[in-house]
């Protein structure tokens, strides 16, 4: 090998060192292009450049279907016109141009004597001041120049002003006689703008998103730093916050650079594809309109994902399925997020993300899954074990019956084969299965749950108070039925064998209370008897309110829920128990405490019954019975499960997926997994875990959608904190809303009454809309606070339409229930609770509203006293009885009623008869009727009160004050008694 | 340093030419909407009877609520649901449902629905949409008229005179529009609304004609209160009638 050249005063070789260079700078070179290139093709820029073109094309077809609508024949006429028109005007363009060129000099001259007589006005202010300050001094000629001065520059000013008006008075002279002789050729133009305009514009965007060069240069590479089409969208979200590596900052969200078409309308249709589509319901998110403007709540807040990300797969997007997840690998690379604790929450749970600002409004308005989900909850009774911390879910009553006194009720062996398995009995129940389920299988186990049910029902029989009940008069089953279809047990009630809850989804108003089959079976009649007459008697606490049925009613209807029965459920025994599984379960549990032997000691001391009676309470413990029931010995004790308040946070690594591969590791498909096969993670750990460690969620029976319901719910139970100010749930009157929400799901209102569009299930079986418990739409403007509070005290006081079968119950309210429902309505309608009485009207006021009360007819569907349904009259038909007006409507609203029903309450039957103008203002029908022979009598009654013919005319005319009138009469003249 | 100058300068150009091309693409106007050109009527017919197989007959009316009512009638009234002669079926509402295009101009006739003997006369009738309707109350007693549309708004205006009458336009194709009276519960009435003129109602002898209608392959459908609607494929040629009967049955 030759040795190396080098250039003497050199330590290295010059050649080779340039090639090192050369190298390293080619290298440096094309990593720049590449990292150049990289940026210039993200993702991103893709989807908006495909977006622009699509739109592009769409204009364009619009643009297309606009030009075969225009009418080109009429085009070209107005172009000829303005071509004719402007010939004429060059005619006279010498006087045009002179008048153009006065216009321009009084222009000029306008402008200059506003500058004098603004310049002069200032000056009189000054020397208006210069005058006060000589006052000051005292000295007499000082006052005298000063006053002076302000008068000269007043007189100046006053020369200003007069030139400024004449000036400007010729200039618009000019102007009018312009325009006079332009007049023709304006009007042609702006009917061809009409014409064209729109077309125009389209034009003008198609042109606009056309990829001229513009459009290459500008966003080309290097040079897309300066103004380019296609650039990233972001919104910062000041006040709502995200928690990035433990630091709390504000949320940046870029989504809509690629969601490029979300925040717009009219991407609806099915053509459009994701990331192209407008967000559904604009008129509620997103749109600048709408309560949840994008610039202000943005994307993520609700939807979770990383706020910042602009690239598909690292945005922290959730597949629906495993197919979709398998094509999102394919084809974007996608994988899921190992270090984002806030992935996009998948679609069909989305409205988990209303949760965070709505949590006290459990009605969350037209969120569907969410709200079924809250329902489930309640009446499922989920808080019973699990403390959930929302306002939603605390300070709610047990879900399930009391069982302080359950031995007068039921007998011991049916409530053995009950807890074995309650939808064997009602296939509707919410009680759920916690025995014989999937981790505890096998002969030992199966005896071991037998002990088990057996304990727990001979605590229940052994703390259980017993009263006896006399057997109940004798009822007709027929009547009875008729009576349980039409006097309102159906808004609470099945009695349907075949009835399956899901069928009902998402109304479960008719689940409030148990399904009635097999009742038969279940009940001493004695004790259903005194129940259905008074269940507070029974249990103070119970929901179940008093229809304040007669004995005979009561008798009926026990003897019609009697009537349903399975043999069974009948003549059962308790099944007998293997003494040494009991003993074995009675040992582990007192060694809990105590150590073997003592244990041992213990258990030899107990008879056969204490043995019982101590794995009972051992097993309620272990169940957490008491989370749903009112056990004796029980009422403290704190709930058996995990604490949800914050379950939607949990890091996903704390979920126990035991020896289950096929769930795939996220949050909503655990908990959905838990809801459905709540002992599933027990799968392979069964023989390794002891008895009493294995799983005890029980089982709901529950369908997929109910799960999901659920879970929509439980994945929006976080940790995120939103700033107080921007929480719905602190806007006024939210609580009152929120508290009077919940309170009707508690009191299950919607079974009988519409509330806020949703209810009235009672309508399955009292099929006549008219015989339908009323809609309360708009009751907080209708009623009076005071009346209302008396009603809802004591429903039985008197009824607007007595002629119904179908009862407001006695619910037994506390003053606070009740004031809570006199907030809520008053909040759903922004008015004050309370009004002050109003003033006695005239008696000319009385005797017209008493005239148009008979002339519009009102008391053929108001009846003003008892009516009798055998005389053709149907009582579907009848509308509220106006006796009670005064004690129960509210004064304004009557009037308001009367102008615009439709506008209160949809479909009612109440007519219009002042229809309302475009103008705003009511009609009145009522001049038109007043000559009609057959109000005589009626317009002489009314003439006493008015000087002329013509007077009552014009008053009758005014729709403003007949219904004043008619409210008057209703309020003042319609009142019993009088 | 030519070079950063030309470049500077390249930049500066750009970024004009950025500015003054950029934007201007969101706050375009929107198209105005507006009707398309006339379609022209055409000189064929469809026409056709309805028959009617094991017809139940129409029932009494007990009209005693109101005796206003039992008044007007001396020999007491009937439901008008399957009126017609032996065989054949009235009141069914008769339409062209799919296969028109074009836009056809509303006529201003006006389209009487009136309250007569507390009954609603025509008891099954066809409007189209933006054509006036008159709804009269012939009789000294109060009715109300409440519409029961889906498409279109509901109203329900009280008439407590003899004589009064207003208009109203429907703005939606809507087949049919219920129309029933709250104080009388036995007073129906249903109107088809169809955005063309093609449309008919067929007499007390089934029959029912549908003039002027353009050459083409139509949907037609026939309608009736109670039995439900049947449809037939029906190809129309110019200046001559195209055959379409309907058989309907009772359902028991």
């Known amino acids: ?17 340039n090639k090192w260079f050369a190298w390293s700078s080619l290298a440096l070179l094309l990593i720049t292009v590449w990292m150049i290139f990289e940026d210039y093709a993200k993702p991103w820029k893709r989807f908006q450049a495909e977006f622009r073109e699509l739109e592009r094309q769409e204009l364009a077809q619009e643009a297309e279907a606009e030009r075969q609508r225009i009418d080109q024949d009429e085009i070209a006429r107005i172009q000829a016109e303005i071509e004719s028109e402007e010939a004429r005007l060059d005619e006279q363009r010498s006087d045009l141009d002179e008048l153009q060129d006065r216009l321009a000099d009084l222009d000029d001259k306008v402008y200059e004597a506003d500058v004098d007589a603004r310049t002069t006005k ?125 630091t709390t900052v504000d949320r940046v969200d870029r989504c809509v650079t690629c969601h490029v078409a979300a925040t717009r309308a009219g991407f609806d249709e099915e053509k459009w594809e994701e990331p192209f589509r407008s967000h ?75 949760i965070g600002c709505h949590a006290g409004n459990v009605w969350t308005p037209s969120s569907t899954t969410q709200d079924t989900g809250r329902e489930l909850i309640m009446r499922m009774g989920c808080y019973g074990c699990h403390k959930i911390d929302y306002p939603a879910y605390t300070d709610l009553p047990r879900s399930g019956p009391s069982l302080e006194r359950v031995a007068s009720k039921t007998n011991p062996a049916w409530a053995y084969k009950w807890i074995e398995a309650p939808r064997d009995f009602h296939p509707t129940t919410w009680m759920p299965h916690f025995f014989f389920q999937e981790n505890i299988e096998g002969e030992l186990n199966e005896e ?90 029974y249990n103070p606490e119970t929901r179940m309110p008093s229809l304040r049925l007669t004995d005979q009613e009561a008798a009926d209807l026990v003897a019609y829920l009697m009537s349903s029965r399975d043999p069974a459920f009948e003549n059962l025994t308790l099944p007998e128990v293997d003494g040494e599984v009991r003993d074995e379960l009675v040992l582990t549990y007192l060694q809990g405490t105590q150590t073997i032997e003592q244990s041992r000691a213990t258990l030899g001391s107990m008879d056969d019954t204490a043995r019982d009676v101590y794995l009972g309470q051992q097993t309620i413990t272990k169940y957490g019975c008491f ?22 946070s949990k890091p996903i690594h704390q979920f126990d997926f035991g020896h289950i591969h096929d769930v795939p590791h996220t949050r909503q498909d655990w908990i959905k997994t838990k809801m459905l096969q709540p002992r599933i993670w027990d799968h392979g750990k069964e023989t390794v875990k002891d008895y009493a460690e294995l799983y005890r969620m029980p089982d709901f029976g529950m369908s997929d959608r109910e799960a999901e319901a659920i879970v929509a719910n439980v994945l929006g139970f976080t940790k995120e904190s939103v700033v107080t100010a921007r929480r719905a749930d602190q806007t006024p009157g939210a609580a009152a809303l929120a508290n009077g929400r919940k309170l009707i799901t508690r009191f299950n209102c919607q079974g009988c009454h519409l509330i806020e569009d949703i209810g009235q299930a009672i309508k399955t079986s009292i099929t006549d809309p008219g015989l339908w418990p009323p809609n309360l739409a708009a009751e907080g403007a209708r009623v009076q606070s005071d009346w209302l509070f008396e009603y809802l005290h004591d429903p039985g006081i008197e009824s607007m339409r007595p002629w119904l079968n179908v009862r407001m119950p006695t619910f037994g309210f506390q003053d606070g229930d009740v004031n809570t429902v006199l907030s809520y309505f008053a909040a759903r309608e922004g008015r004050d609770a309370f009004l002050s009485e109003p003033g006695r009207p005239d008696q000319r006021d009385l005797t017209v509203g008493q005239g148009v009360f008979a002339m519009l007819q009102c008391a053929k569907c108001h009846p003003a006293g008892p009516v009798d349904t055998s005389a053709g009259v149907s009582a579907a038909e009848l509308a509220p009885s106006l006796l009670l007006a005064r004690d129960r409507l509210r004064h304004d609203w009557v009037d308001d009623w009367i102008k615009d029903p439709l506008s209160f309450v949809t479909g009612t039957k109440m007519p219009v008869f002042f229809s309302q103008l475009d103008d705003g203002s009511y009609s009145s029908p009522l001049a038109q009727g007043i000559d009609l022979p057959m109000w005589r009598g009626e317009k002489d009654r009314m003439l006493r009160h008015f000087d002329s013919e013509a007077e009552l005319k014009e008053y009758l005319a005014d729709a403003e004050k007949v219904t004043a009138a008619m409210r008057d009469h209703i309020w003042w003249g319609l009142k019993r008694g009088s | 340093m030519n070079k950063y100058r030309f470049l500077t300068f390249c930049l500066l150009a750009v970024s004009l030419l950025g500015i003054a091309c950029g934007g201007g693409g969101d706050e375009a106007a929107a198209p105005t909407a507006a009707a398309a050109p006339a379609a022209a009527t055409g000189s064929g017919a469809i026409t056709g009877v309805i028959n009617y197989a094991n017809g139940d007959p129409d029932t009494a009316i007990g009209m005693d609520a109101d005796p206003v009512c039992v008044g007007l009638h001396a020999e007491g009234a009937v439901t008008e649901q399957v009126v017609g002669d032996e065989g054949r079926l009235g009141n069914v509402f008769v339409y062209i449902k ?14 009487v629905l009136d309250q007569q003997g507390c009954m609603y006369n025509p008891h099954v009738s066809g409007v189209q949409v933006g054509q006036p309707v008159v709804i009269r109350n012939s009789d000294p007693t109060l009715h109300n008229v409440h519409a029961l549309p889906t498409a279109n708004a509901e109203f329900n205006k009280g008439q407590p005179f003899q004589n009064m009458e207003f208009e109203h336009k429907f703005d939606t194709a809507e087949v049919m ?47 009736h209160e109670t039995l439900g609607t049947q449809t037939m494929e029906v190809t129309v040629a110019d200046d001559a009638a195209a055959a379409a009967s309907f058989d309907f049955a009772s359902a028991g």
Not at chain 1, 1 to 17: E, G, L
Not at chain 1, 284 to 292: A, T, Y
Not at chain 1, 296 to 325: N, Y
Not at chain 1, 462 to 488: I, K, M, N, Q, W
């Open chain 2, 98 to 111: 799919s296969g028109l295009s074009g836009s056809f101009p509303a006529s201003a006739d006006k389209v």
């Open chain 2, 177 to 223: 529009v219920r129309f029933k009276c709250d104080v009388h519960p036995w007073m129906n009435s249903y109107m088809g609304v169809v955005s063309h003129p093609f449309f008919a109602v067929s007499g007390t002898d089934g029959s029912y004609s549908i003039e002027n209608v353009p050459a083409g392959t139509y949907t037609v459908e026939a309608w």
């Open chain 1, 122 to 246: 200032s000056h009189l202010d000054t020397e208006r001041f210069s005058y006060d300050v000589a006052q000051q001094t005292g000295d007499a000629d000082k006052i005298a120049a000063a006053s002076l001065a302000v008068d000269t520059r007043r007189a100046t000013y006053q020369e200003n002003r007069i030139a400024l008006e004449a000036f400007t008075e010729q200039r618009a002279q000019v102007k009018a006689e312009i325009d006079r002789k332009m007049a023709g050729l304006s009007e042609d133009q702006a009917q061809l703008i009409a014409l064209q305009g729109g077309l125009e514009a389209l034009e003008s965007r198609v042109a606009d998103l056309g990829k001229g060069l513009d459009y290459f240069l500008l966003n080309a590479p290097v040079m897309d730093m300066l103004e380019p089409n296609l650039r990233i969208d972001q919104v910062q979200l000041t006040g709502l916050y995200q928690n990035i590596n433990f």
């Open chain 1, 448 to 537: 071991r749950q037998r002990a088990e049910i057996r304990s727990v029902v001979a605590y229940i029989w052994d703390r259980s108070e017993e009263v006896s009940y006399p057997a109940p008069p004798r009822g007709s089953s027929d009547r009875g039925e008729t009576l349980f279809d039409t006097v309102g047990c159906t808004g609470c009630h099945l009695r349907d064998d075949e009835a399956n809850r899901d069928d009902y989804y998402p109304q479960f108003n008719r689940m409030h209370g148990p399904n009635l089959v097999r009742t038969g079976s279940k009940v001493d009649p004695g004790w259903l008897f005194a129940w259905i007459k008074d269940p507070k008697a």
């Open chain 1, 280 to 354: 559904p319901r604009l008129d509620l998110f997103v749109s600048s309109s709408s309560p949840h403007p994008y610039t202000q709540f943005g994307c993520t807040t609700c939807h979770g994902g990383l706020d910042r990300a602009t690239d598909f797969a690292r945005a922290g997007h959730s597949p629906e399925s495993e197919e979709q997840k398998a094509e999102w690998k394919h084809e974007w690379g996608w994988e899921k997020q190992k270090y984002l604790d806030t992935p996009i929450l998948p679609a069909k749970y989305s409205e988990a993300g209303c």
């Open chain 1, 627 to 648: 989370g749903c029931h009112n056990v004796a010995g029980f009422e403290d004790v704190k709930p058996i499960g995990v604490e949800l308040t914050e379950e939607g």
């Open chain 1, 1 to 17: 090998m030759a040795a190396p050249k080098k250039t003497p005063d050199r330590h290295y070789d010059f050649t080779s060192m």
